[in-house]
């Protein structure tokens, strides 16, 4: 394990500790006789360097977590807790010494990839910050030389705990970004072609939105957690203000995507009930369109001797002529009580909407008109008066 530590200006520091990735190794059984010829002794001997290789690391680690323990005895059971931990654990105390105390383990996004999740490790006190890291990138990240004035500034370790907080929410903010691209992209596919398969890709927004927000929670628990262990000494810092409103801002950002994609569930829902309607009253209309066939042809169809124009020339022709008289006297009769609508017209929904706003400028070029034509009856008036006061 690697341990180093900052001290900075305002007398505060910052203990950086690496912790060794746990391997498990499995005591695999000897070969049995029968399959001992299939394995060289070179490759024996290669499993047990490494076994053994493996124990040396262990029992190494294992020394170096007694001497940070002994080191920083206040925060040993901090240690043995942050060994093997994934999930997120935000606690508040008091120590003999330090007096207020904030500690647990915040998992956070390190890249664009949402499997790329890591614990980021912290015991916090008014003078001391230790954080623990399975992947060092984090610390890295906060060591860039962009960030080094900031921490120096900082007066007590919590104002330079939540500056590295604001630099973590960097990633979150690139994460919001690209997932606004997304859903923005979706709606654009939605409104022109609302296909079927629509509800898949939504529900998978929906999902990267709980991503995010599962990422999101244990932050704003961080900082209550804050303020009810350091009181007015954090709160009035700028660093704690500035993440404040930082954390509004994405809270208020998840908000309005949760409603966006509440918004796009009901427009796909609706237009599905509208689609399903649609079909059914298609369904009903040629239904009953084909009804006197039906009807008629299934009367013909019977096998009786003496059905009636059996024996005619022109029987079926005559039949075929009703059937088309009916059918067209049905149809006439639906369009006239406007139960067709614009299914059986084949116009698209477009057409419709233009064919709607038609009128709408028709009448008001009429309106035009008749103004135009009220505005020169009220000017020939006007002068005819003015003419007759001459006289």
């Given at each position: ?61 294992e ?30 105390g ?15 996004q ?6 790329d ?67 923005g ?28 927000s ?64 649609d ?53 006439v ?25 038609a ?33």
């Amino acid at each position: 394990m690697i341990h180093r530590m900052l001290r900075y200006p305002a007398g505060w520091e910052w203990h950086v500790l690496q912790q060794a990735r746990q391997q498990t190794v499995r005591d695999e059984p000897l070969p049995s006789r029968k399959n001992a010829h299939k394995l060289a002794a070179s490759s024996r001997e290669e499993q047990r360097a490494v076994k053994a290789f493996t124990k040396q690391e262990q029992d190494a680690a294992e020394q170096h977590m007694d001497e940070l323990k002994l080191q920083f005895p206040e925060s040993a059971a901090w240690i043995d807790e942050c060994a093997g931990r994934r999930t997120n654990n935000i606690s508040v105390g008091e120590t003999s010494r330090s007096g207020k105390l904030l500690y647990g383990t915040l998992m956070f996004q390190v890249t664009d990839d949402q499997a790329d999740v890591q614990p980021f490790h912290f015991w916090l006190t008014d003078k001391k910050l230790l954080t623990m890291h399975e992947d060092m990138r984090l610390p890295l990240r906060l060591q860039a030389v962009q960030h080094a004035p900031k921490l120096e500034s900082c007066t007590t370790a919590p104002e330079a705990m939540f500056i590295m907080l604001s630099i973590i929410l960097d990633t979150f903010h690139a994460g919001l970004d690209g997932f606004e691209k997304r859903l923005g992209e979706l709606e654009t596919t939605m409104r022109q072609e609302n296909r079927t398969g629509l509800i898949d890709v939504i529900f998978e927004r929906r999902y990267d939105l709980l991503h995010w927000s599962h990422l999101f929670i244990p932050v704003r628990e961080v900082h209550s957690a804050a303020k009810e262990a350091f009181m007015d000494d954090l709160t009035e810092s700028d660093s704690f203000q500035r993440i404040t409103h930082k954390l509004e801002r994405i809270e208020a950002l998840l908000k309005h995507y949760a409603l966006e994609i509440d918004t796009l569930i009901s427009m796909d829902d609706a237009i599905s009930n509208f689609r399903g309607n649609d079909i059914m009253k298609t369904l009903t209309i040629f239904t009953v369109l084909f009804l006197p066939a039906t009807i008629i042809g299934g009367i013909w169809g019977v096998n009786f001797e003496n059905l009636p124009f059996k024996e005619y020339k022109w029987s079926f022709t005559a039949m075929i002529g009703a059937i088309l008289i009916i059918t067209l006297c049905m149809y006439v009769w639906l369009w006239k009580k406007g139960w067709t609508g614009d299914l059986l017209n084949g116009r698209s929904p477009k057409e419709i909407v233009a064919a709607e706003d038609a009128p709408i400028q028709v009448k008001r070029s009429d309106r035009r008109r008749a103004g135009r034509v009220k505005a020169s009856a009220s000017s020939s008036a006007t002068k005819e008066k003015s003419r007759t006061h001459r006289k």
